[in-house]
């Protein structure tokens, strides 16, 4: 995976928990879910993405840097979380929409430490968190 992506998702994700309510946050995550799935490379990526909201040009970081193994385990539970987050935004429930915002815009962080202990606390804090308050498992496959 280009790391870029992984800085492209913590920002957007900072951007979007800001206006979690902004009429285009279905098809924000859409285009970056996509990115994510490598349908559209990173610079296509920021493009498009400062089409849809130019206040957000330097918040992004274009290039196509060299890949970065990341543990299938982290890569479905970022597809299975973009997933959630359209459909929540697409629902109107954009408190849930804000938590999975938050949740994702940490992890980045956490594959760059790339140690047990941040990922262990990471589950702890964000995700079993998010899975308390919406009393749902859906993440619970992960950890």
Known sequence: MNPCIL?????????MRSDIRNRRGEEIVHLFHRAFLNQVSNSELCEKMIEMMPEWRGWLI???KTDQVIPDRL???VN???EVMREVLHAGEFEMAYDLADMLHVLPDVIADNDKASRRSYWKIFV?????KWHCNIFHKFY
């Open 75 to 77: 890569l479905a539970f």
């Open 62 to 64: 274009y290039g196509e």
């Open 80 to 82: 299975l979380a973009l």
């Open 128 to 132: 079993v968190s998010f899975q308390k």
């Open 7 to 15: 800085e492209n998702l913590k920002s957007i994700m900072i951007l």
